[in-house]
């Protein structure tokens, strides 16, 4: 079992940044693919990036690539979401998510948390 709990989100100015956290709990943590999703008022859920266990690999959404870097800390159980130059169409909440396999784009993920807001004035 894998519990995840994100922080981190908030109001910022557009052109900011900002960084989420996820922590998660579990044995399994180190092994499992993690990345972040995000869900605007009235669309769909999102994949926003994904990581690897071991770091090596990150997917990001082909909209996000140059502004977001996700990156982990396996020893802290940790997965963080460096948001820069942040957007009007960024606002939403963003949810973690982990899975025992190479689910890449974070279809239909093993766990997810519970989301935390972002908010970005103009």
């Known amino acids: 079992q894998v519990q995840l709990v994100e922080s981190g989100g908030g109001l910022v100015q557009a052109g900011g940044s900002l960084r989420l956290s996820c922590a998660a709990s579990?044995?399994?943590?180190?092994?499992?693919?993690m990345g972040w999703s995000r869900q605007a008022p009235g669309k769909e859920r999102e994949f926003v990036a994904s990581?690897?266990?071991?770091?090596?690999?990150?997917i990001y959404a082909d909209s996000l690539k140059g502004r977001f870097t996700i990156s982990r800390d396996n020893a802290k159980k940790t997965v963080y979401l460096e948001m820069n130059k942040l957007k009007s169409e960024d606002a939403a909440v963003y949810y973690c998510?982990?899975?025992?396999?190479?689910?890449?784009?974070?279809?239909?993920?093993?766990?997810w948390g519970q989301g935390t807001q972002v908010t970005v004035s103009s």
């Open positions: 998510a982990a899975d025992p396999n190479n689910n890449w784009y974070l279809s239909e993920p093993k766990y």
């Open positions: 990581i690897d266990w071991s770091g090596g690999r990150t």
């Open positions: 579990g044995r399994s943590f180190t092994y499992y693919t």
